[in-house]
């Protein structure tokens, strides 16, 4: 792969400077060669008329020229241009990829960034096109398209191998009025190929550019980066700063991907597209669903190691440990299966350790809530006549029961003894809007995407995590964003971001990994300092203290009224379809489709 950094201008300095910079390339061996958003017709245009002649077609003289550099070294490149549509007149943020036969095909960008990507350029009408080459399926996305999940799920869905990711992540200094709603694209971006699974292969631009109607300046921060399917950083170009602007090069990683895929694999076996309807509503402005009520929120989150089994004894730990924290707080959250350990149930211990609403646990967890004075988030197995469940409970500061989930999203071993719940519930409280995801859910990004959906303003997660089970640390480029903000687990660190709800985390300390506890806030824009992951140390046995208010008026690139509202729903329908339905297998037969199954099952 060659990810080229590049800081366009206009088509008569871009088009050459590309064709050199992609023979470079492919004389290095890069088989697919990949350059930011319209790479090849400059971007900072404020109208039609100021872009002039720089608009391109699809094909046209882009295509011809990067075609032949293709087509004489036998490689792929993917690259941004402004594309006019010969039949229409419409004008699109596209890409275009080209390869060894020419032009493979082409890709209009779905998420257009309101004021100012919207001016004159219309919103994508091809969907998600996915493209069949003899090095693997390739897909493409363009900056603002990071802003939704679908934009990855729905080339993951169609089996993309890889995401060809055109960027011009622009950013103003901080100290400027307007810095507040800056995007860090390739940062947002750097949390979510692990867990979608899938190959990124991300170009960003660089440079200073002047734009005399903004009265600003704006730099292109570079960072072009190659991500694989675990989410690591393969490789990332140099970031640039105010001192050093003009950071242009070719960065180069090889990817396998043949390679195992297992969080993929989790993902497709486990997903539940009957439970996904929402994606196919339309939401506008005024949504009763919301609470916009502003909340400050103390929570606790409780973490600590277990006694297999012990149920009376863990919960006397838990007990002391929401005993020692002083200060105020209005809500605890305990680790997933709260008080009989973390260790996986067999059909054979949930006969022993399953009990039922009101039974042994529940009476002790509702007494904790109504002994501290606080709304608290327990989870048990279950047992409900002949059926057993993987049960949420949360009770208010009274001890009542104001919700219950059951675990909707069942791994390989609870299959052999659990049944599924049928419901993704929210559930109204005096503290907000509260959604819960239990443990290993967290795979399964559509979750994320319904509870933003249906306007959660937080998501509990407990969980019994190890590092070794699924994610993986944070690793954005360096320089792009605070330090502080490049830390976490890449799942959750999304999961806050993709639902723009307040996401908290209470997991148990073990001698399983080297990474354990870590219970922790996610807030909502983290990469742009709102605000850091908020952290318990790695094995501490603690009730960790976090603090936050919701619905706050922070003027920042997005809000989850922004996320719902932006949405292309009318995008979304293969996300609920069975992958057995007709209609889902002429959607991902058809990789240009966007009408495709009208009418159809």
């Keep these: 792969m060659a990810a080229v950094t590049f800081h366009p201008t206009d088509m008569a300095h871009n088009i050459p400077k590309m064709v050199a910079m992609a023979s470079e390339a492919a004389k290095n061996g890069a088989r697919l060669i990949v350059f930011p958003e319209m790479a090849a017709t400059g971007y900072l245009y404020i109208d039609l008329a100021q872009e002039g002649a720089n608009i391109d077609t699809i094909p046209g003289t882009a295509t011809k020229a990067l075609g032949a550099v293709a087509k004489t070294y036998g490689v792929y490149i993917s690259f941004g241009l402004i594309e006019r549509d010969a039949a229409s007149g419409l004008v699109y943020n596209a890409a275009a990829l080209v390869g060894p036969k020419g032009l493979v095909g082409k890709y209009r960008k779905n998420q257009l960034q309101p004021g100012f990507d919207n001016l004159f350029r219309s919103p994508g009408n091809l969907g998600f096109p996915v493209f069949d080459t003899e090095i693997g399926k390739i897909a493409m996305m363009i900056c603002y398209d990071d802003s ?3 934009s990855l799920l729905l080339p993951a869905l169609r089996g993309a191998d890889i995401v060809a ?4 992540a622009l950013y103003i200094p901080k100290a400027e009025r307007g810095s507040s709603s800056d995007h860090s694209t390739i940062a947002s971006m750097a949390t979510l190929p692990g867990w979608m699974g899938i190959n990124v292969v991300g170009a960003n631009g660089s440079g200073i550019d ?6 600003s300046q704006f730099i292109g921060p570079g960072g072009s980066t190659v991500w694989n399917t675990q989410g690591q950083v393969i490789a990332s170009a140099p970031v640039t700063s105010w001192n050093n602007p003009a950071v242009e090069g070719i960065t180069y990683a090889d990817i396998d991907t043949a390679a195992p895929n297992p969080q993929r694999a989790f993902w497709l076996k486990h997903r539940r597209p009957e439970l996904y309807a929402d994606y ?3 939401k506008g402005d005024f949504d009763s669903a919301a609470n916009t009520v502003p909340a400050q929120v103390s929570a606790l989150l409780v973490q600590y190691k277990p006694e297999q089994g012990a149920v009376e004894k863990n919960a006397a730990a838990i007990e002391t440990l929401i005993a020692q924290q002083q200060q105020g707080y209005g809500l605890v959250v305990l680790p997933f299966n709260s008080f009989i350990g973390d260790a996986a149930l067999t059909a054979e211990t949930a006969k022993t350790l399953a009990e039922p609403i009101g039974g042994k646990s529940y009476t002790m967890a509702q007494g904790l809530a109504k002994k501290f004075r606080t709304y608290l988030m327990f989870s048990m197995p279950e047992v409900a006549g002949d059926k057993y469940y993987e049960t949420a409970v949360l009770f208010d500061y009274d001890g009542k029961q104001v919700g219950l989930y059951r675990k909707a999203h069942l791994n390989d071993a609870e299959q052999g003894w659990a049944t599924a719940g049928n419901e993704l519930p929210v559930f109204d409280t005096d503290l907000g809007r509260i959604a819960v995801v239990l443990n290993d859910e967290a795979r399964i990004p559509e ?9 959660a303003n937080m998501i509990l997660v407990p969980v019994a995590y190890g590092e070794a089970d699924y994610g993986g640390p944070v690793a954005i480029p360096q320089g792009l964003v605070p330090d502080e903000s490049n830390r976490g687990m890449f ?4 999961m806050a971001k993709m639902s723009q709800a307040f996401t908290l985390v209470a997991n148990y300390v073990t001698d399983k990994s080297g990474d354990t506890g870590r219970s922790a806030l996610y807030s909502l824009v983290p990469e742009e300092g709102f605000f850091a992951p908020r952290m318990a140390p790695a094995n501490k046995d603690v009730a960790y203290q976090v603090n936050f208010a919701t619905n706050q008026n922070v003027p920042l690139w997005t809000s ?5 509202i932006e949405r292309r729903w009318d995008q979304a329908l293969p996300l609920t379809l069975s992958a057995g339905s007709a209609c889902f297998k002429a959607w991902q037969a058809n990789s240009s489709s966007a009408t495709l199954c009208q009418g159809q099952d």
Excluded: T
């Design 148 to 150: 939704q999940l679908q």
């Design 280 to 282: 196919n509503l339309f």
């Design 165 to 168: 990711y055109s960027v011009a």
């Design 491 to 494: 799942v959750w660190y999304s």
């Design 560 to 564: 989850q009224s922004k996320k719902v």
């Design 210 to 215: 002047d734009v005399a109607e903004f009265d």
């Design 447 to 455: 979750l994320a995407d319904m509870y933003g959906l249906k306007r």
